[in-house]
Nanobody, 129 residues
Framework: QVQLVESGGGVLQAGGSLRLSCAAS??????????MAWFRQAPGKEREFVAS????????AYADSVKGRFTISRDNAKKMVYLQMNNLQREDTALYYC????????????????????WGQGTQVTVTS
């Protein structure tokens, strides 16, 4: 069974940076065959797309609200995906989830949650003013 475990969340002031990590594991799980993504959910709001990356890392997609501030990357050898977050703002406060889409085509980085069948438990990011 595939497992995703997020880490790296915390509390920080606006303007700061954090790097989230997501470790994938599971019997016979081939990480390199999955597109990966980060989503987030703030209190009282629906879960929203943040960023995604294709199986080979060649294509990425970002929500407009994070473009230019966040960068998604992956290391297929280590079965890890990362989200570098710079210039964090209060509106970035949320529970951040890592997700995997094992059905994605090679160059596709899906942006909708329905594409992703495996989810982590989330890591909390809180940005204070």
């Amino acid at each position: 069974q595939v497992q995703l475990v997020e880490s790296g969340g915390g509390v920080l002031q606006a303007g700061g940076s954090l790097r989230l990590s997501c470790a994938a594991s599971g019997l016979a799980y081939t990480f390199s065959r999955s597109a990966m993504a980060w989503f987030r959910q703030a209190p009282g709001k629906e879960r929203e797309f943040v960023a995604s990356i294709s199986r080979n890392g060649g294509n990425t997609a970002y929500a407009d609200s994070v473009k230019g501030r966040f960068t998604i990357s992956r290391d297929n050898a280590k079965k890890m995906v990362y989200l570098q977050m710079n210039n964090l703002q209060r509106e970035d406060t949320a529970l951040y989830y890592c997700a995997a889409d094992a059905q994605a085509l090679l160059l596709i980085a899906p942006t909708t949650s329905q594409n992703y069948e495996t989810w982590g438990q989330g890591t909390q990011v809180t940005v204070t003013s």
